[in-house]
T-cell receptor, first 116, second 116 residues
Framework: NAGVTQTPKFQVLKTGQSMTLQCAQD?????MYWYRQDPGMGLRLIYY???????DKGEVPNGYNVSRLNKREFSLRLESAAPSQTSVYFC???????????????FGDGTRLSIL | GQQVMQIPQYQHVQEGEDFTTYCNSS?????IQWYKQRPGGHPVFLIQ?????EVKKQKRLTFQFGEAKKNSSLHITATQTTDVGTYFC????????????????FGQGTILTVHP
């Protein structure tokens, strides 16, 4: 049982290049999330998908797009990379939510992305 | 928007000393979660608190949820080198009474170092 798998683990891009970060979960979770982590900033939500077929913006969506390809996979795309997007990117998934509670989020190992 | 603040940002302790991190939200939370991230690793869910005034223990870790459900704390008794890492609190995003769809707002985290 792999949990949440992210690829690639490391990537270096030049300004203006594009790339897609891949994420897949094998826990049959409904909800999936993309975060970026910068020093001193905690985890900031980029986009999320509450269920298959839906996506919505999080706190810092500018410069990114996402695709919920199916229930398992949720990809993050940088169309024209900028140095400000240098960060560690985490994908996470959870079963979903209830009115009084949130299911725990399970994180992938992260992608360390540098943009020169 | 909703803010979740953690203090301190850094804490250095000698092995065997106690450690506490505090989490404060600008809004009332329906629940709060705590995560631990080891250096170079990904966040891992520790616990969720739901009830006002709730206290939960996991071995040397004690978690509290405030009576007003706006603050929380994590206390580690007699720290060990295995406790090293960043501890995050996270609360459901405030959607003005609507569902958060499982989204969480993370605090900036407290980085704990333990000197042997």
């Amino acid at each position: 049982n792999a949990g949440v798998t992210q690829t690639p683990k490391f990537q270096v891009l030049k300004t203006g290049q594009s790339m897609t970060l891949q994420c897949a979960q094998d826990m049959n979770h409904n909800s999936m999330y993309w975060y970026r982590q910068d020093p001193g900033m905690g985890l900031r939500l980029i986009y999320y998908s509450a269920s298959e077929g839906t996506t919505d913006k999080g706190e810092v969506p500018n410069g990114y797009n996402v695709s919920r390809l199916n229930k398992r996979e949720f990809s993050l795309r940088l169309e024209s990379a900028a140095p400000s997007q240098t960060s560690v990117y985490f994908c996470a998934s959870s079963e979903g939510w209830a009115a009084w509670s949130n299911q725990p989020q399970h994180f992938g190992d992260g992608t360390r992305l540098s943009i020169l | 928007g909703q803010q979740v603040m953690q203090i301190p940002q850094y804490q250095h302790v000698q092995e065997g000393e106690d450690f506490t991190t505090y989490c404060n939200s600008s809004t009332t939370l329906s629940n709060i979660q705590w995560y631990k991230q080891r250096p170079g690793g990904h966040p891992v869910f520790l616990i969720q608190l739901v009830k006002s005034g709730e206290v939960k223990k996991q071995k040397r870790l004690t978690f509290q949820f405030g009576e007003a459900k706006k603050n929380s704390s994590l206390h580690i008794t007699a720290t060990q080198t295995t406790d090293v890492g960043t501890y995050f609190c996270a609360g459901p995003e405030d959607n003005a009474g609507g569902t958060s769809y499982g989204k969480l707002t993370f605090g900036q985290g407290t980085i704990l170092t333990v000197h042997p």
